[in-house]
């Protein structure tokens, strides 16, 4: 069973940087995807990072590229994400997620973590 624990929330106001860290525990080879997505109040859920780790590709969102950084650790089990540059719009709750297939699509992960908030005030 995959197991995966966010941290790393917490408040900073706009400009500021923030790191989310998901520790990860019995991941198989049939896991493929690791990402990050978010969701806002009354918001769907989207895609933020997410890497396809038998490549190491990786795809970032277009409103956090070159300010969002994903950094997977394959041996400790844990996936990284340093954001810089924050703003309001960042504003959710960041899960950690791993799945099979389909890297981009929410809907394909089978595991995800409880969430970890992130507030960004202007």
């Known amino acids: 069973q995959v197991q995966l624990v966010e941290s790393g929330g917490g408040s900073v106001q706009a400009g500021g940087s923030l790191r989310l860290s998901c520790a990860t525990s019995?991941?198989?080879?049939?896991?493929?995807?690791w990402g990050w997505f978010r969701q806002a109040p009354g918001q769907e859920r989207e895609r933020v990072a997410t890497?396809?780790?038998?490549?190491?590709?990786?795809t970032y969102a277009s409103s956090v590229r070159g300010r969002f950084t994903l950094s997977p650790d394959n041996a400790k089990g844990t996936l990284t994400l340093e954001m810089n540059s924050l703003k309001p719009e960042d504003t959710g709750t960041y899960y950690c997620?791993?799945?099979?297939?389909?890297?981009?699509?929410?809907?394909?992960?089978?595991?995800w973590g409880q969430g970890t908030q992130v507030t960004v005030s202007s």
């Open positions: 997620a791993a799945g099979p297939i389909e890297c981009t699509v929410a809907a394909r992960y089978n595991y």
């Open positions: 890497i396809y780790i038998p490549s190491g590709g990786m």
């Open positions: 019995g991941m198989t080879s049939r896991t493929n995807c």
